[in-house]
């Protein structure tokens, strides 16, 4: 930790870790003046005063025609620009992306601007040894059960709903079912249930019963019961039921097949296999991947900036929020459905983020040390899977490329050190239990690190 104060403002230093420094500033009462200032003037340029050129009204005059919050984010935004450009000059250091800024303390009369900058510096990286690192791989076997259990499903998947006929209902048929608590005027309530999932009582007086029959029940109602004034009471009932379907599946014939684009039966089953195969392929490469990146991250050093990691799991946690808003939960009804409370929740968040940034980073270590390159064949690849992914049709794919370019650039270049990385410690790894995680102690930077004193924007 450094502290200096020269003249025309204070910075502390506080390096929480090898590439992450905090600053935390005290402006001058010259530089809130001249941000000020400054704001004004480039307000002035847009503001037409009667009798004045554009950009020559008198300073005053123009301050009374902005909006004083206008002004104010204005002239901070302009404060802090050019104090933390002198403060990077003046500590010796060149962030390696944008920091994250915290605004303590902001007042034009008292001429009075604090903030704490967050410095994202380089990674530090000391690789450990990446070849020969051991991965135990599961045999991928498919069995007869898996096939036919596959098979049922795509034939339940293409069933048809039909009426139930010359059988009462039975556990899965669908079925509306009105209940009217006996003694009660109206109509009653009408629902749709599966019969089987509803509840105990209901289920039971249900099965049996056919279309628009009726009968007394004594149905106790449970207390997360969709009728809220019924939840949790035990009443004497009348279940009347309006309709019952059942799923028809098709039989599992050539016709069936040929609908799946197989040729019969037996090329079906064959097709259904190899898919089974090769997800099983695929989550066995997944767990041999996760092997070789926790050795890989338990023999490097390596150290990345909070404000990066922190980002990612912003950015992350916002995901989750919009996908839930779309459910109407939030964050902390996710936490408590997972048996978490909030915080527990954006630490996990966090901790995950933190693993996947330092991965990513031995990533491209490892890619710029064996000399790694990207061709056209990558760009086409990936490319294409960003665009399947995205269901972007073909006509659509200049148009796409053209509005996020950017961001497809960067995702086809991680994309391709992942794959070429991956594939090459694949290659140089040997068979073998790999060896159980190393734990060791955080040292004390990394252990400041751990309570960020400013938020990290998220990335847009």
Request: aromatic letters at 4%; proline letters at 5%.
């Amino acid at each position: 930790m450094s502290t200096s104060a020269p003249a025309d403002m204070q910075v502390k230093r506080t390096d929480l870790n090898p590439c992450t420094v905090q600053l935390d500033i005290v402006c001058s009462s010259e530089q809130v003046e001249a941000g000020y200032a400054k704001a004004a003037k480039e307000y002035a340029k847009r503001i037409k005063v009667p009798g004045f050129r554009p950009g020559t009204a008198p300073k005053a005059m123009i301050e009374k025609l902005i909006d004083p919050n206008e002004l104010a984010r204005a002239a901070a935004d302009e404060i802090i620009r050019s104090v933390l450009t002198k403060a990077l000059a003046q500590e010796d250091l060149k962030p390696d992306n944008t920091p994250s800024v915290n605004i303590t303390k902001f007042d034009h009369e008292s001429k009075a601007c604090e903030f704490s900058a967050t410095i994202p510096l380089p990674p530090v990286v000391k690789l450990g040894d990446y070849k020969g690192l051991r991965v135990s791989r599961s045999p991928v076997d498919v069995t007869e059960a898996e096939v036919d259990e596959q098979l049922q499903a795509l034939q339940k998947k293409k069933g048809k709903q039909e009426a139930v006929t010359g059988r009462g209902i039975r556990e899965g048929d669908m079925a509306v079912v009105n209940i009217k608590p006996a003694g009660a005027e109206g109509e009653g309530k009408t629902f749709m249930v599966i019969v089987g999932q509803t509840f105990p009582g209901l289920d039971k007086a249900l099965e049996g019963m056919g279309a628009e029959e009726l009968k007394s029940a004594s149905l106790q109602f449970p207390d997360s019961f969709q009728e809220k004034d019924w939840a949790g009471k035990k009443m004497d009932t009348v279940v009347t039921v309006r309709s019952a379907t059942t799923s028809r599946s098709p039989q599992l014939d050539d016709e069936f097949a040929q609908s799946l684009k197989a040729a019969d039966v037996k090329d079906l089953k064959e097709k259904v296999r190899d898919g089974i195969k090769r997800a099983k392929e695929q989550i066995a490469a997944e767990m041999a991947n996760e092997q070789i990146f926790d050795q890989l991250l338990g023999g490097s050093e390596v150290h990345v900036p909070d404000t990066t990691w922190m980002q990612v799991a912003d950015q992350r946690l916002q995901e989750m929020a919009n996908e839930l808003a779309g459910q109407k939960k939030s964050l902390e009804d996710y936490a408590k459905e997972n048996g978490m409370t909030l915080e527990e929740l954006i630490k996990a968040q966090q901790n995950e983020a933190k693993v996947h940034v330092m991965r990513a980073v031995l990533i491209e270590h490892i890619f710029k040390a064996e000399d790694m390159k990207i061709d056209q064949n990558d760009i086409n690849r990936h490319f294409a899977q960003i665009a399947a992914e995205n269901e972007i049709p073909e006509a659509d794919l200049p148009k796409f490329a053209k509005k996020y370019g950017g961001a497809i650039r960067n995702e086809i270049v991680f994309r391709t050190m992942h794959t070429k990385v991956v594939e090459y410690l694949n290659e140089h790894a040997v068979e073998g239990d790999a060896p159980a995680p190393k734990k060791k102690a955080a040292p004390k930077a990394e252990a400041a690190a751990e309570k960020p004193a400013a938020k990290a924007k998220k990335k847009s």
